[in-house]
Every structure is written in structure tokens, then in C-alpha cells.
């Protein structure tokens, strides 16, 4: 059974930090690049921030870039988004996506809210 679970999201003042992660379960991680999208109040859903299965290449919306850092420990099968320097449009239900690198397998976790505001 496939099973991605977000964690870490909460209430923040802006200019904090906070770290997602998203634990997988019931697929061969490795194999797959992953992602982290969002969907802001009366938004459409976006990317975020991609990690390469390896873990060699990253990309960021322009958005976060400088602020935001994504990583993944293989060995744990677990990506995680480093969120720093917070803005209140960084306000959204934030959620773990898994991308078969060969094959066209995608996953998604269930997402977990960020609120930046004072």
C-alpha cells in the first residue's frame, strides 16, 4: 500500500521557519523523483520545489528560490522542504508528490496546512 504523510506544517509568524517532511511507504523511493506542490486560498495548485531521485538536481519556483530548500534521505524513503524566511503568501496546504522516473506512476500525500501570518 502506497502511503505518502506530510508533517510539520502549523502556524507561523512571518519571517519564521519551518520544516516538512513527508514520510513514503509501499514504493521504491529511489526510484522516484519528488516534489512538493501547494494550493493556496482560491489558488491553483503549483510546484514548489523538485529533487531528483538521486538527489543530484533541484528546482525551485522563483517564488521560493533563496528561501526554500528540498532535500530526501533515501535511506529513510523521506523528502523534506526547509521553509525559512516565511511570507503570508506562503499560506497554503502544502503536499508531497512522487514521480516514477521511467514510468508514469505518481503518488500523492493527503498535504499539511502552512499559515504564515502574525
Known amino acids: 500500500q502506497v502511503q505518502l504523510v506530510e508533517s510539520g506544517g502549523g502556524l507561523v509568524q512571518p519571517g519564521g521557519s519551518l520544516r516538512l517532511s513527508c514520510a513514503t511507504s509501499g514504493f521504491t523511493f529511489s526510484s522516484y523523483a519528488m516534489s512538493w506542490y501547494r494550493q493556496g486560498p482560491g489558488k491553483e495548485r503549483e510546484l514548489v520545489a523538485s529533487?531528483?531521485?538521486?538527489?543530484?538536481?533541484?528546482n525551485y519556483a522563483d517564488s521560493v528560490k533563496g528561501r526554500f530548500t528540498i532535500s530526501r534521505d533515501n535511506a529513510k524513503n523521506t523528502v523534506y522542504l526547509q521553509m525559512n524566511s516565511l511570507k503570508p503568501e506562503d499560506t497554503a496546504v502544502y503536499y508531497c508528490n512522487a514521480k516514477h522516473v521511467l514510468r508514469k506512476y505518481v503518488f500523492w500525500g493527503q498535504g499539511t496546512q502552512v499559515t504564515v501570518s502574525s
Open positions: 529533487i531528483a531521485n538521486t538527489g543530484g538536481s533541484t
